[in-house]
């Protein structure tokens, strides 16, 4: 139940933070602040992707369920996952939005745009940010059966402009090393070329034991 509060909090929490954040960045006006989104948008969207890979391969394969904080918060969710890849489906919104919106919200306590911030870069971080903490509802609607589905979604997903069911049903056949990436799957065609076991070879040379040793 203390877990379901904190991830409340973290989504009531960025929500607020991106209002304000938002606020900012329109103050210019809303034809720059468009213009601006117009450039942002498809370079956050696929960095957001790369990077829920390697968080998706981290929360994969470091750590347990009974890590303090991390462990319920990112690692459980994801190994749960992998055993039950409905159960996705079956959670509440919160559960489903909250880790990555605690993320989410103290990245905006540290760098978060003033009145008169408002260029390039500070449009990139908010949608960013923004398709970071939304990628694991594009996840959970991989996961949904077909026929539940709206045909907007269906449609999206067809044109990879949200999570494939068929390209992230590759994730889940054992051993889990390829397909990381659950915003839009974008990124997989890099990420995929990481040697990710190699990595792991070379941290537990360092004592950093991973999920696979």
Do not use: K
Not at 56 to 76: I, K, N, Q
Not at 175 to 198: D, K, M, Q
Request: glycine share 8%; net charge positive; charged share 15%.
């Amino acid at each position: 139940m203390h877990v379901r509060l904190i991830e409340l909090t973290g989504l009531a929490a960025f929500i607020a933070l991106c209002g304000m954040s938002w606020g900012a960045l329109f103050s210019a006006g809303a034809l720059e602040a468009m213009c601006w989104t117009l450039l942002a948008l498809p370079i956050a969207f696929y960095l957001a992707d790369i990077l829920t890979g390697m968080i998706h391969w981290v929360c994969d394969s470091f750590g347990s369920e009974r890590t303090p904080l991390w462990g319920p918060l990112l690692v459980g969710p994801f190994r749960r996952h992998h055993r039950d890849p409905l159960a996705i489906t079956r959670i509440s919104l919160v559960e489903n939005l909250g880790a990555s919106a605690i993320a989410g919200s103290l990245a905006l306590l540290f760098i978060r745009p003033a009145p008169g911030d408002h260029g390039f870069l500070w449009h990139f971080w908010m949608w960013f940010l923004v398709f970071g903490v939304v990628s694991n509802l594009f996840h959970r609607w991989a996961h949904w059966p077909r026929r539940a589905r709206p045909r907007w979604m269906v449609a999206l997903q067809t044109h990879r402009l949200l999570l494939s069911p068929q390209a992230h049903l590759a994730h889940h056949r054992r051993p889990h090393r390829v397909n990381y990436c659950i915003l839009s799957g974008w990124g997989n065609a890099l990420t995929n070329r990481v040697p990710w076991e190699r990595l792991e070879g070379w941290l537990s040379r360092l004592g950093i034991r991973t999920n696979f040793d």
